[in-house]
C-alpha cells in the first residue's frame, strides 16, 4: 500500500510535486487540495508508525515472547529481514516524514533507530537492504545521480533517507561496499547549485565523516575534504 | 466491525485487552492490516488513486474531502493503537511477516 502511494507521488509532474512539498500558508484545506491531502498523508504516516511501535517491541523482545508450543525462537536472519521490511516501509514514506524535517518525530525515530539496530547485527542483510534502498532495478549510484539531477520531491526524500540510514549503518559495511558509493556521496557534498537540497548537503557531510571515522578506508582522503567543506562554507 | 472496534477503544481500553485475550491476536492483527491497507478496500486505499488524479479534469479536492467524512476516520489512531498491541502480543513469525507485507 505504502509502495503504491510512493509510486503515485513519484509519478506526479515535478512542478506539481513541489507544490505539495512548499508549504503555501495561503491555502487551506477548505479550499485546495494539497494541505488537504497532507491532513491525509499524515494520518496515514501517524498510524503506521503506531503500528510499527508495536512490531519493533515485539521484535525487540522476541526471543523471550517465543514461548507457545508452536512457535520456534527468532533467529537473527528473521528479526533483520523484519527490520529490513520496517525501514522498506519508513523509505516509501519517507516523502511525507521529510516534511517533519531531518528526524521527523520521537515515535518516527524510535522506529527508525531500533530496526537499524537490529538490522545492523546482521552486516550481510544490511548490505542488501542498502543496496535495494532505491526502487527501480538501475543501479544506485545511478538512481542516485538522477536523483541530484531532477529535484523531484520524491527521489529527494528518497535521497535524504538512503543518506541517513547510510550514515548510520557505516560502521557495519564491508570497505568493498562503500567504495562504489563514495561518488554518490561526493556528488551530494559538491552539489550546492540547489539550497533545497542543503538536508541532502548535511547528511552526505556526516556519512563522509561516518566513514573516515571508520579509519580503514579513505584515509587519504582527509585534507581533499576539508577543503571541500571550507569551499561549501565559503559558498553558503 | 472496524467501527464496534473503534468504538470499543474509544469506551475503556480494558476490553480491546480482553479481546486480545480471548481472540487470537494474529487473526486482530490480520484484520486489521487488511481493513487499513488493503488495496481493494482499506482505510487508505483512495489516497494512491488521489495523488495519480492530481492535475487531471478530476476534482481531487471533493475526493480528499469525502475521506474526512468517512464514519472511521476520526477513529484510526485508536485502531492503529489496537494494531500496535496485536503487533506486540503475536508470536507467530508467519503472520508477523504477512502483516508487515501488507
Known sequence: ?236 | MLYSLALMEHTTTAITENLLRAATPEKLLLYLADAFYSPISGVFVDLPVILTAIGTQTDTLSMVQQLDTRLIQPYTPRLANIMSRAFTAVSNVQVFNLALDK
Open chain 1, 1 to 236: 500500500m505504502t509502495l503504491s502511494l510512493h509510486s503515485a507521488f513519484a509519478a506526479l509532474p515535478e512542478p506539481t510535486a513541489q507544490s505539495f512539498t512548499s508549504a503555501d500558508q495561503s491555502l487551506t484545506v477548505q479550499t485546495d487540495i494539497f494541505p488537504a491531502l497532507w491532513e491525509n498523508l499524515k494520518r496515514l504516516l501517524f498510524a503506521t508508525i503506531m503500528s510499527l511501535q508495536g512490531a519493533i517491541t515485539n521484535a525487540i523482545h522476541a526471543p523471550r515472547m517465543r514461548t507457545a508450543p508452536f512457535s520456534r525462537p527468532l533467529q537473527i536472519p528473521e528479526l533483520a529481514q523484519q527490520a529490513s521490511k520496517i525501514l522498506a516501509i519508513l523509505s516509501t514514506l519517507a516523502f511525507v516524514s521529510v516534511k517533519f524535517g531531518s528526524s521527523a518525530f520521537d515515535e518516527w525515530n524510535f522506529v527508525y533507530l531500533a530496526a537499524i539496530d537490529i538490522l545492523t547485527a546482521y552486516p550481510a542483510k544490511t548490505t542488501t537492504f542498502i543496496e535495494s534502498c532505491t526502487p527501480g532495478t538501475l543501479s544506485l549510484g545511478y538512481q542516485l545521480m538522477i536523483a541530484v539531477s531532477t529535484r523531484h520531491p520524491c527521489l529527494k526524500a528518497d535521497a535524504l533517507f538512503f543518506l541517513d540510514t547510510l550514515e548510520q549503518v557505516i560502521p557495519v559495511l564491508p570497505p568493498s561496499f562503500i567504495q562504489p558509493l563514495l561518488p554518490v556521496v561526493e556528488s551530494y557534498v559538491s552539489n550546492l547549485a540547489d539550497a533545497s537540497l542543503r538536508p541532502q548537503l548535511e547528511s552526505a557531510h556526516s556519512v563522509f565523516l561516518a566513514i573516515l571515522a571508520r579509519r580503514d578506508i579513505v584515509h587519504d582522503q582527509i585534507l581533499p575534504y576539508v577543503e571541500k567543506v571550507y569551499t561549501v562554507g565559503h559558498i553558503l
